[in-house]
């Protein structure tokens, strides 16, 4: 079993940066991804972005350009740094965890609001 923990939301204005971070602790053999999705009232959860053990990254379109990825495997930490915010982005955020095998691991979600 994985667990998964995420920290760093808060609320921030149109145009400011918050980072999230997500540890995973546990059965943490076999990881190869990690990643964030995001979802707000209302709406379905969306991939905002992912990242390989080997730093393959991807985005959503939505955020690409605002939004980094990164990890540090030796910790299994991922981070998200979010810059330009705007007020589309508010959401909860959701760490989840890839392993080979398994059935993806989630956090319990982090709340991002940002003002206009």
């Known amino acids: 079993q994985v667990q998964v923990v995420e920290s760093g939301g808060g609320l921030v204005q149109a145009g400011g940066s918050l980072r999230l971070s997500c540890a995973a602790s546990?059965?943490?053999?076999?990881?190869?991804?990690m990643g964030w999705y995001r979802q707000a009232p209302g709406k379905q959860r969306e991939v905002v972005a992912s990242?390989?053990?080997?730093?393959?990254?991807n985005y959503a379109d939505s955020v690409k350009g605002r939004f980094t990825i990164s990890r540090e495997n030796a910790e299994n930490t991922v981070y998200l740094q979010m810059n330009s915010l705007k007020p589309e982005d508010t959401a909860v955020y959701y760490c989840?965890?890839?392993?080979?095998?398994?059935?993806?691991?989630w956090g319990q979600g982090t709340q991002v609001t940002v003002s206009s």
């Open positions: 546990g059965s943490i053999l076999r990881i190869n991804a």
């Open positions: 990242i390989t053990t080997g730093g393959r990254t």
């Open positions: 989840y965890v890839e392993r080979t095998g398994f059935a993806a691991s």
